[in-house]
């Protein structure tokens, strides 16, 4: 059974997981309007993606006997100046969220709350994944600059990721 605390807190991630989601959504709309299809189709695979952590959270809650309480969703921002500036929001986002999940780590280890420590290994190892993806992308950028081909090529290699649903 989760402690209180960590119901709460968990169901604050779920609100922020969904948030992120719709971060992604919101990126992949605004490229798709430019003609990017391909950062459009990196941003909404992220999206979803984020919606798949989200529901992690919440068949967690529920297998622990929690209650889980859906929030609602704050505005996100609906345009970047360039490729490498949404890039630069998604990696200081998925800062903010590694942060987040390290407090709930800290939480359940407060609690001496195991089994959602334990849960919560797969999202630490997750988001040094996304942070090291997100800055592979800027650095790619960084070298690309303004370069219409550069950001071609990029367009199509970013076409060709496929969303894969998790598995929990």
């Not at 609100?15 to 605004?30: D, Q, V």
């Not at 490229?31 to 391909?38: L, N, V």
């Not at 200081?92 to 407090?103: F, G, S």
């Amino acid at each position: 059974m989760l402690s209180k605390k960590v119901e709460e807190a968990l169901n604050k991630q779920i609100n922020a997981e969904f948030w992120s989601g719709y971060l992604y959504l919101s990126m992949s709309a605004h490229f798709a309007k430019e003609g990017k299809s391909g950062f459009a189709n990196w941003f909404k695979v992220q999206a979803l993606e984020e919606n798949d952590h989200a529901m992690r959270f919440f068949d967690y809650i529920v297998s622990r006997g929690g209650e889980v309480t859906i929030l609602p969703i704050k505005e996100v921002p609906h345009s970047w100046a360039s490729p490498i500036d949404a890039f630069k929001a998604a990696l200081a986002h998925e800062k903010h969220v590694t942060a987040l999940i390290d407090n709930l780590m800290t939480l359940a280890n407060e609690e001496k709350d195991y089994a959602t420590g334990s849960m919560l290994k797969w999202f630490i190892d997750e988001q040094v994944e996304e942070e090291e993806t997100a800055q592979e992308y800027i650095d790619s950028l960084e070298m690309i600059k303004d370069n219409g081909f550069g950001i071609y090529t990029l367009d199509k290699e970013l076409k060709s990721r496929k969303y894969s649903p998790l598995s929990f």
